[in-house]
């Protein structure tokens, strides 16, 4: 859901498409498909995409070689999700380190509600140019208002998409973690709730270990003292 609404938002594609665009929609003058080189060789021709059609930005995220608030992007994922540089750069890789992007911007945090919606909107901010700050703060070229990119003033960067659309986005994803069923704690079957701390109590009759009589020695009982009865009137009779 917030993958695709930044996909869409940085190169104006949704999947699969999405996963092919360089800046400026230059994958076509590419030498091959975006997705077919490998992550090595994304990095490896960033400094041409930059001087030939002004970014390196390529793939779903825009990812580049290095951002314009932390440096060396790609490297540093490579690093930190422990990649070779080998795998190819296809839509299933561009998922996943798009989403450590995410993760390294807080999205654990602000799903787990220790991170407000504003704060994680700025730090996405920082991550995509095309996302805008939600309220009013310092930018890294200059004082940006609430709708602008945080890069605004560079020359180059600007928001492609109003806040509320962000922030309307983000309420979605917490909606979407709040109605995702949890786990239940099965009931024995004794219909008593189970407690999750301690042991269950059983669910079955434990055998017996002790020396009653049982159903068996009542009934021989009975039928000796039935005996016994009839012998005694016998021996009065004659």
């Known amino acids: 859901m917030l993958l695709d609404f930044i996909y869409r938002t940085e190169t104006g594609k949704g999947p699969p498409d999405c996963y092919g665009v360089v800046y400026g929609h230059n994958q076509g003058k590419l030498a091959k498909p975006l997705i077919s080189m490998t992550l090595d060789e994304v990095e490896a021709d960033g400094p041409r995409r930059t001087k030939a059609y002004g970014s390196s930005a390529a793939g779903a995220a825009q990812f580049m070689r290095d951002t314009l608030d932390k440096p060396g992007t790609l490297l540093d994922i490579e690093g930190e999700m422990g990649l070779s540089g080998k795998e190819l750069f296809a839509p299933d890789l561009q998922d996943r380190m798009a989403y450590h992007l ?3 911007r807080g999205y654990l945090r602000f799903i787990a509600g220790d991170l407000s919606l504003k704060a994680f909107g700025l730090g996405l901010a920082k991550e995509w140019a095309s996302l805008p700050v939600l309220s009013d703060t310092t930018g890294q070229k200059r004082k940006v208002t609430r709708g602008q990119s ?3 003033g560079d020359g180059r960067n600007k928001a492609l998409v109003a806040p509320v659309d962000v922030e309307a986005i983000l309420a979605e994803v917490l909606n979407a973690v709040d109605q995702k069923p949890q786990p239940t704690i099965p009931f024995p079957d004794d219909g008593l709730p189970a407690d999750p701390t301690g042991p269950l109590p059983p669910t ?6 002790g020396k009653g009589w049982g159903c068996l020695g009542w009934s021989i009982f009975g039928l000796v003292v039935v005996a016994g009865l009839a012998i005694a009137a016998f021996t009065v009779r004659f």
């Open 204 to 209: 079955s009759t434990p055998p017996r270990t």
């Open 150 to 152: 945080y890069y605004a």
């Open 102 to 104: 995410l993760k390294r």
